[in-house]
Nanobody
Framework: QVVLVESGGGLVQAGGSLRLSCAVS????????MGWFRQAPGKEREFVAA????????YYGDFVQGRFTGSRDIAKNTVYLQMNNLKPEDTAVYYC????????????????WGQGTQVTVSS
């Protein structure tokens, strides 16, 4: 069983930064793709980033446009999402997820989910 726990959300002004963390327990994440998704009220869950647990490379949703960076710390079994130049439209609950498939962009391809962390960006 894989357990994911997100942290690092909060309230920030537009243009500010936050770093989200996702602590992984139960198994090492080196055999997983670690995904970040977000969901705003009334909207579908949206792909943000996927990070290879083995290689550390990452790719992003189109809206990111260079503002977010995904990374992982193998020693801490933790993945991160550094978010810079935040905009009010980035306001959402952000979720960490894990799958043994490489890099899917759709939520149904992920097997494990964290509880989410709220990010609120004020204008």
């Amino acid at each position: 069983q894989v357990v994911l726990v997100e942290s690092g959300g909060g309230l920030v002004q537009a243009g500010g930064s936050l770093r989200l963390s996702c602590a992984v327990s139960g198994r090492t994440f080196s055999s997983y793709t670690m995904g970040w998704f977000r969901q705003a009220p009334g909207k579908e869950r949206e792909f943000v980033a996927a990070i290879s647990g083995r290689r550390g490379d990452a790719y992003y949703g189109d809206f990111v446009q260079g503002r977010f960076t995904g990374s992982r710390d193998i020693a801490k079994n933790t993945v991160y999402l550094q978010m810079n130049n935040l905009k009010p439209e980035d306001t959402a609950v952000y979720y960490c997820a894990a799958t043994e498939r490489w890099g899917p962009r759709v939520p149904r391809e992920y097997d494990y989910w964290g509880q989410g962390t709220q990010v609120t960006v004020s204008s």
